[in-house]
């Protein structure tokens, strides 16, 4: 018996350091862009939702949740997403969100958004998810449309939920220009940039 602890705890001390080493790794991207660029949270408290984009012109945006990546999205018009990842709500890992199960919709309210969109690295997760959440198993591209569908009532849901916090006198995450992005990924230099056309 004193044998088989013994040999227990030895694995246990072998495994100990890959296992922080692994919680340590998979936020890695949280240290390169802690607050999201957009609504100013903090990532690695959002963990599970948190995404990571990267741009042909190599500048990268680390956000929050799906529907701050899919405002940076529909601003970024000029420069192509070459590598969306997206965490798995069980493990916090980062994943290509376009090979990502996605549910969309169930009992569990998403970041940013009423209606939930989360992502899992499997299918046999998801459908787990779904059968205690409720919710339909859904491509990314289903994911990120339900994402700019639901865009206008989420960002009043935002807005409301803001204020009432700055009434109650609690804190508010400020974004903060530059936050969640490499410096590289700032808007392009105004020379690049069309002149407005005289009418």
Known sequence: MRTLIAVALSVATLLLPASVALADHHLGDVKE????????MDRQKFAS?????????GTMLHACSLHCTAVDLALQIDRTPIAIKVADLN???LVDAEKAVWVLGGTRAGVMTKR??????GKGAAAAFAKENGGAIVSFDDAMKAAYEDMYQDTK???ERRKAKRAAGQPVPVPVPGAGASDASQAPAAAAQPAARAN
């Open 33 to 40: 862009g802690s607050a999201c660029k957009y609504c100013g």
């Open 49 to 57: 939702s948190r995404m990571v984009v990267e741009f042909d012109d």
């Open 91 to 93: 493990t916090q890992v």
């Open 116 to 121: 939930g969109k989360w992502a899992f690295a």
């Open 157 to 159: 849901m935002i807005r």
